[in-house]
């Protein structure tokens, strides 16, 4: 294993289980979709778009696989997010 797969499992282990759930989501997604609003992320993983905004900082913040960037306000907080 190598030490970025390592420090990635490390990152992904300290989450909380509403983040891990964000977190896959978007790795699932990523490959077809670049932009995710907080309220369509929330109903897929039947959270409020709050909850998702408040738990996205820690998935932006950390060492994954994806880049995550806050892009737009509009009806909900729109997320880029690439692989």
Do not use: C
């Amino acid at each position: 294993m190598s030490a970025t797969t390592t420090a990635t499992n490390q990152a992904a282990a300290d989450l909380s289980e509403k983040q891990s759930r964000i977190l896959r989501h978007l790795q699932e997604n990523a490959d077809t979709q670049t932009y995710f609003k907080s309220r369509l992320i929330g109903d897929a993983l039947n959270m409020s778009a709050k909850e998702v905004g408040t738990n996205m900082p820690a998935i932006r913040d950390g060492e994954f696989n994806i880049d995550v960037e806050k892009w737009g306000y509009s009806s909900s907080t729109t997320w880029k997010v690439t692989a």
